[in-house]
Structures are given as structure tokens and as C-alpha cells.
């Protein structure tokens, strides 16, 4: 069958709603730039001027114009070797929109796709289309969903009465002040159409979502929420972290064996909560200073930027300012802590650390022969209201800026135990704290709990431990943990998912 008719056929098969939500995922916000193959086309205007016209027209033609370009350029690729495109990217995104939605072209060369994946030297379990999905842009498309086409009309009517925001944007114009967006489909492209202008205008980003939080809240509830859904709600699903769908998030596992009874039971732990939390996990036994430098160059290949997550467990014994690695060498805490989060791949997503080891050789030791505590040796090594609001500050929005981040913003970093003091292994199970942290994570997958409600808890439960040293003086003591947040979102644990489970049921 001639290729034009088959790319008809296949657009015909599509409701407007899907053409509106493809089109947005197909044009994510955050591509790389510049990548090879890149022009100077003003990417945004591009992306905005379908979704534009198709408001202010009711007409889907100038959508279905870009998803045949784009299949017609999909189709004529050739995937070069080596070298990784800004093609690459846009058809990866495009097959794993389509296979979301389930609207997979039967003639999309799918022999293409795995070329690509190997170029980013996807393994089998990042080959997952889940992965290659932007988790953000699926919390954005259920905000959409729990909204009214009257709903969306009220944003739009918000965000035309900021004239700061939308002087001199031609595209604003071509969809005017009053719009009816009814028909089908087009309540989606208008509400797409907002969210890629605040993008453009840099208000909002995959954390910072203030600006579209405000417009949200000027809608009237009764009239603008779906059934089952209200204005706290939709805007609450904004102040989570966007981790949709599988995979979780990347888990890399660092842990030194040598001279640490039960480490291996603390890989076997980690690696097992990691798989039901979702995560693809790489672990790293006996890390040197060499290991950690090729794992930060791994780290910065292009195919992470497509986790929606990092987690590291490091495990292994050190003091109030270094840990040990296998070789006997030491590496600053602080250096590693911050060497990390500077990552551009994983920059605005949710980074977590769990640093597990002896910060110093100090005890909560109770006295008295009462006390009977957990055997346990220690991960140590010695070396030397309106009325207020109406008196704080009016920030406006010319004094806001979401471009520049500090490394360490949406970073956390848990400690097993507090400074100068010691971190508990009962042998032959490994940490303490790695035990009972991934009790409480597996107890509270489903739940809908935050990571750090749960470390609020683990906070409680260790502190509950009598431990006991192994030596002559047969100290009983109390191990205290605690963790650093630079978080701006909450980060809630998902349901569990397993890699091959097919969680997913296409929108409509």
C-alpha cells in the first residue's frame, strides 16, 4: 500500500484527543540542545503554532500536517552510528507517545528504533518505552484530564489578563481572548498550548510550577473540575515530584565488602527494594577512587536524562569526614556528596543518598545492667493567615527566575547516623539501618507515602534499637539517624511495578 495513504489511514484511526496529546509529547519542552542536526528554528514558536491554530480554528489540519512530517522524516532516516542526533531523540519520543496512546503506526520501522537504543547503549530493561516517556508531561496530561473545558477556559482568561506575560507573543493573538473549547479535543490543545508558552517564557519547568499552580487556582471549582476531582487535588498532583510510570528511577549501589560482615546481605536488601520500587539498578562492589570516576563518566552518557530519578546507597566504613573504599584509600564525604548532583543529566529530578557508614567513633551509651541490646559492630574508621500575609513581602514575578539552579537543589541525602558518632552492622545481616530502611520502604509501597515520611519513621524506629558492641566493655547503646533535604517537591513512593509488568492502560 502507497506510504501517503497508510499515514492517512493511520491519522483518520486517531480521536482528536490523542492527536493533541501526541502532538505535546511528541514536541517535549526539555530536548537537548544544541544536538547534531539541529537547526536555529525557534522550537517553541513551532511547537505552539499548531496548537494555536487548531484552537482558533477547530481544525486539526496543521496537527495532522506536523505527525505526517514527522513520520515522513522518521521514514527517510537513516540512523547513523556513533553519533547520537536530535532525530534520535524525536523518534524515540515519538514511538514511545505512540505506543502510550496506543496509536503505534503498523509501518513505523521499529528495526529503526533498536538501532537508536543502541547507539544510547539502552540495556534490555531500558528498552522499556516507559522509560523514554517524560514523566512530567504525564502528570501535566492528568491535570488536563481533571479538568472541564471550562476549566481550561478560566486559565486562559487568567493568563491573557497578565500583560506582562503575553505582550508581543503573536501566537497569543492568534487564538484570542474568548474561546470556546468544547469540541473535542480542542480543551486539550489549549490547555497544551498554555503549558508549552509558560515553558517558553521560562515561568515553568518540570519543579518549578508555581505560575500554573496560580492559574489552576483562579478557576471556579464548581464548573471547572472533572467528577471526583477538585482545585486542591489538581494542584496538589503539582507538588510531587514527576515520577510516572516504569522505571522509578535509576539505583546505583555502592558497597564496600572487604572487612564489613553482612555486606552482601545489604546488596541483596537494597537490590530488592530497589526492583519493587521500580528502579533499574547498577551495583558496584568494592568501589576505588578509579570505580567512582567511571561511574560519574557512565552517568553523563545521554541515555540517563530519560530517568526521572536518581538513588545511591553507599555502604562502607569512615569517619566524620571520609569514607573508606576497597583499596584502603579514603574519599571526602563532602566531595562525593557534591560531585554527583552536579550531573546535567539528572538536573531538576530527585536525587536521594544514602550514606551509610561510622561518622566518628562516639556512643549514646545508656547506663545500667538492665539493658540487653542488638549485637552489633561499627562501620568506623580512625584517622586522625491574610492578616499576616498582608505583612510580608509582594515577590512579583520580575524578581523570580527558575533558569539557574544550585547543584544541590532537589537533592536529599540520608545519614545512618548523626556526626562523630558511630553506625550499627549486626552480623551477619549488614546495617542496621539499611535493614530497617528497607523494611519500611517495602511496607509502604501503595500507600502513598512520601520518601520522607518514610526516613521520619526509620527516624523512630532505629532510635528504638538497643544495640550492643562486641567487645569486652559490652557497651549498650542508641544509634540516631537523620537526612539533609534540598528537596522542592515531595517525592512519594510509587505503587509497585515490576519490569515486566505493562502497568499501563492507553488514555483515551
Do not use: W
Given at each position: 500500500m502507497d506510504e501517503v495513504i497508510q499515514v492517512t489511514q493511520w491519522l483518520s484511526s486517531i480521536t482528536p484527543r490523542k492527536k493533541a496529546k501526541l502532538f505535546f509529547f511528541t514536541t517535549h519542552a526539555d530536548a537537548p540542545s544544541p544536538m547534531v542536526g539541529s537547526n536555529d528554528v525557534d522550537t517553541h514558536e513551532e511547537t505552539q503554532l499548531p496548537l494555536a491554530t487548531t484552537v482558533a480554528l477547530h481544525n486539526f489540519k496543521n496537527i495532522d500536517e506536523f505527525l505526517k512530517k514527522k513520520v515522513n522524516t522518521f521514514s527517510c532516516y537513516n540512523v547513523i552510528e556513533n553519533e547520537i542526533t536530535k532525530t534520535d531523540y524525536e523518534y524515540l519520543r515519538f514511538y514511545s507517545a505512540c505506543k502510550y496512546l496506543d496509536v503505534v503506526p503498523p509501518f513505523l520501522d521499529l528495526e529503526?528504533?533498536?538501532?537508536?537504543?543502541?547507539?544510547?547503549?539502552?540495556?534490555?530493561?531500558?528498552?522499556?518505552?516507559?522509560?523514554?516517556?517524560?514523566?512530567?508531561?504525564?502528570?501535566?496530561?492528568?491535570?488536563?484530564?481533571?479538568?472541564?473545558?471550562?476549566?481550561?477556559?478560566q486559565m486562559w482568561t487568567a493568563l491573557r489578563e497578565d500583560r506582562?506575560?503575553?505582550?508581543?507573543?503573536?501566537?497569543?493573538?492568534i487564538i484570542g481572548f474568548f474561546v470556546d473549547p468544547n469540541p473535542t479535543g480542542i480543551k486539550e490543545c489549549l490547555f497544551f498550548f498554555i503549558v508549552r508558552f509558560l515553558q517558553k517564557a521560562d515561568k515553568i519547568n518540570r519543579v518549578n510550577t508555581n505560575r500554573l499552580e496560580r492559574l489552576i487556582a483562579q478557576c471556579d471549582e464548581s464548573s471547572s473540575c472533572e467528577e471526583g476531582k477538585t482545585i486542591d487535588f489538581i494542584i496538589d498532583s503539582l507538588r510531587f515530584y514527576p515520577t510516572e510510570l516504569y522505571p522509578f528511577g535509576f539505583c546505583l549501589i555502592m558497597c564496600v565488602i572487604e572487612g564489613r560482615d553482612g555486606a552482601m546481605q545489604e546488596i541483596e536488601k537494597t537490590m530488592e527494594i530497589s526492583r519493587h520500587l521500580g528502579m533499574i539498578t547498577h551495583t558496584e562492589k568494592n568501589p576505588t577512587k578509579e570505580t567512582i570516576e567511571l561511574v560519574k563518566e557512565e552517568l553523563m552518557k545521554p541515555k540517563y536524562q530519560f530517568y526521572s530519578s536518581s538513588t545511591c546507597w553507599f555502604m562502607s566504613q569512615g569517619d566524620s569526614n571520609s569514607m573508606v573504599l576497597a583499596d584502603g584509600e579514603t574519599i571526602e564525604r563532602e566531595w562525593?556528596?557534591?560531585?554527583?548532583?552536579?550531573?546535567?543529566?539528572?538536573?531538576?529530578?530527585?536525587?536521594?543518598?544514602?550514606?551509610?557508614?561510622?561518622?566518628?567513633?562516639?556512643?549514646?551509651?545508656?547506663?545500667?545492667?538492665?539493658?540487653?541490646g542488638q549485637s552489633a559492630t561499627c562501620d568506623y574508621y580512625d584517622i586522625g493567615s491574610a492578616l499576616i500575609r498582608n505583612r510580608m513581602l509582594d515577590i512579583t514575578d520580575s524578581v523570580r527566575d527558575i533558569s539557574y539552579v544550585q547543584p544541590m537543589m532537589d537533592t536529599l541525602v540520608a545519614y545512618s547516623t548523626i556526626l562523630d558518632h558511630l553506625s550499627g552492622r549486626a552480623n551477619p545481616h549488614g546495617s542496621i539501618y539499611v535493614d530497617r530502611a528497607c523494611v519500611l520502604m517495602s511496607e509502604n509501597i501503595s500507600r502513598g507515602r512520601s520518601l520522607t515520611e518514610i526516613l521520619e519513621h526509620l527516624s523512630q524506629d532505629l532510635h528504638e534499637i538497643l544495640q550492643e558492641t562486641m567487645?569486652?566493655?559490652?557497651?549498650v547503646y542508641k544509634q540516631a539517624c537523620h537526612y539533609d533535604s534540598f528537596f522542592r517537591k515531595t517525592l512519594?513512593?510509587?505503587?509497585?511495578?515490576?519490569?515486566?509488568?505493562?502497568?499501563?492502560?492507553a488514555p483515551q
Open positions: 529503526k528504533i533498536s538501532a537508536i537504543q543502541n547507539k544510547f547503549e539502552m540495556t534490555d530493561e531500558e528498552r522499556d518505552y516507559r522509560l523514554l516517556l517524560d514523566s512530567a508531561d504525564l502528570v501535566l496530561e492528568k491535570v488536563c484530564d481533571s479538568l472541564k473545558p471550562a476549566g481550561v477556559s506582562n506575560l503575553i505582550r508581543g507573543v503573536k501566537t497569543i493573538d562525593f556528596l557534591t560531585s554527583f548532583p552536579d550531573i546535567s543529566t539528572f538536573q531538576l529530578k530527585p536525587k536521594v543518598f544514602f550514606m551509610v557508614s561510622c561518622r566518628g567513633a562516639n556512643k549514646f551509651s545508656l547506663k545500667g545492667d538492665e539493658f540487653e567487645d569486652e566493655d559490652r557497651i512519594k513512593l510509587p505503587y509497585t511495578r515490576h519490569p515486566k509488568e505493562d502497568v499501563h492502560s
